[in-house]
């Protein structure tokens, strides 16, 4: 699939430190204005283009077809996190004039945190045959890839889909898999270099290493390329679910690690409470890359605004909904948090 000419914004950072809000205003210029467009921060960097939203809406209402979405997500279906990202994918769809029940039937399917039913949950909404598939993140689109080359899937946050085999290239990416893939090469190493900011001078450095997750390991490979360059050992501990987080830090701390960084996976962050308390029980401050893990009592974040990404997604589903077969690009104009 390929880019309906996403159109190119600007990138907003912010850094909140337990609640407290930094930088509110640094923006890395790519000219919304020129499209005739407005960011605004309360809309989670999303860019409104007035002369476009009318006509979307009118076309849902109009059409009087009621649409088939599916939608894999790794936790379960009561879970804090899927409630919050159901709710900004809904938030997103409104806008354009959809409305669950009415135009459109969704199909949900929930792994419970267990990644390993991904593939057979993916086999199961493919057979359904619906007008689009949603997937959360890189473990979810890894699964809906195998069980289908025809049927267009949109990623609400994607990483890595050259490495992984979901797109062909980044300039022609090919296939059927689209959406938003705010992770970049860069990342990571910023994430050490305010690691040891935090911890000035810092030689030994934990790392929470999530080996379920596809997208954590180019963010493993690069902290661990960085920290030879800076002459940090970084301490890697590999977890699979949340009960090998205490274990981890067990590891931080035998290790003598100084401070910690958690990669961002669909694991972890749903995992934010037992690492916070696993950090405050070893006394080891924590970087993360999801400010939900400040939200739940971490230190800082330095990563991807997961709620805009869920938002914007809705805008690559209504583009397929209205028959288009190609996709230019990815979007990767995601809002960045520094929390």
Request: charged share 20%; hydrophobic share 45%; glycine share 10%.
């Amino acid at each position: 699939m390929v880019a309906f000419g996403e159109p190119k914004g600007a990138s907003m950072a912010t850094i909140i430190v337990r609640g407290v809000r930094f930088g509110d205003n640094l923006t890395f210029p790519t000219a919304p204005q020129a499209l005739g467009c407005s960011m605004r921060r309360r809309d989670f960097g999303l860019l409104i283009c007035a002369a476009t939203v009318a006509p979307q809406t009118l076309f849902a209402q109009a059409t009087g077809k009621q649409f088939r979405v599916g939608w894999l997500l790794f936790p379960a279906k009561d879970a804090p996190l899927s409630v919050r990202y159901v709710g900004d994918f809904w938030d997103g769809m409104r806008e354009l004039g959809y409305t669950e029940g009415a135009n459109v039937e969704m199909l949900y399917r929930f792994g419970d945190f267990h990644a390993d039913r991904m593939p057979q949950l993916a086999a199961e909404l493919a057979q359904l045959k619906p007008d689009v598939l949603v997937a959360s993140a890189t473990l979810n689109a890894v699964a809906l890839k195998k069980a289908t080359d025809t049927l267009p899937i949109v990623v609400a946050a994607l990483a890595d889909p050259v490495e992984l085999g979901l797109i062909e290239s980044y300039s022609h990416p090919g296939g059927n898999v689209t959406g938003i893939m705010p992770y970049v090469n860069g990342l990571p190493t910023k994430q050490l270099e305010l690691a040891r900011e935090l911890v000035p001078g810092a030689t030994r450095i934990g790392l929470i290493d999530d080996v379920t997750d596809p997208k954590a390991r180019p963010q493993g490979r690069e902290i661990k390329a960085a920290g030879e360059k800076m002459e940090i050992k970084i301490i890697p501990a590999e977890v699979r679910t949340a009960a090998d987080i205490g274990g981890a830090y067990e590891t931080f701390s035998t290790g003598d690690a100084e401070i910690v960084v958690v990669e961002q996976s669909s694991m972890l962050v749903n995992a934010s409470q037992v690492i916070a308390e696993a950090a405050a029980a070893k006394k080891l401050p924590t970087l993360y890359g999801y400010h939900e893990h400040v939200e739940a009592g971490g230190l800082i974040s330095y990563g991807v605004n997961l709620d805009w990404c869920f938002h914007r997604a809705a805008y690559f589903v209504d583009r397929i909904l209205k028959g288009a077969k190609a996709l230019a690009r990815f979007s990767n104009m995601g809002l960045y948090d520094h929390r």
